[in-house]
C-alpha cells in the first residue's frame, strides 16, 4: 500500500488585516510517500519460522482486542514457542493475508509438533477450521 500525503499551503495568523494580506503566501508545500508492507503473509511467515520469531494472528478491532495474559494462554506460547498477537483494525497493505500466513504457521507447528497443539490452542486464531 502507498500513501500520499501533501502538507497544503499554510498560512500565519497576523496582528491585522494589513498585515494578513501580506502573510498569505505559501509558507511551504511537501509531499510524503510513505509505503507499507506487511509480515503477515506466505514469505513473511515462511520469515517468522526461519527467525524463530512466530506470531498466531487473532482478530480484533473497534469491537476491542482479544486478551491473551492469562495464565492458559501464557502457557500455550511457551509450550510452543509462539506468540498471540491482534494488530486490530490496522492493515499494512495489499500483500497482507493474515489467513495465509497462519496457515504456514499451522503447518510448521503441525510437523514439530504434531496435531496435538489445535486441540491446546484458544478459540479464534484466523484461519484455523
Partial sequence: MIIFCSLMTCGINAQSEKDS?????????H???????????IEGAKKA?????????FPGGFGGMPDFDNEIDIAFQKKYSVEFFSQGCIRMGEDENEEEYNQTIFTYLDKKYGKKWRNEIRDGAIGMN
Avoid at 31 to 41: A, I, L, M, P, Q
Fill in 31 to 41: 509531499t510524503v510517500k510513505v509505503e507499507f508492507k506487511s509480515d503477515f503473509n
Fill in 49 to 57: 519460522i526461519k527467525e524463530e520469531n512466530i506470531r498466531i494472528l
Fill in 21 to 29: 494580506t501580506e502573510l498569505k503566501k505559501p509558507i511551504f508545500t
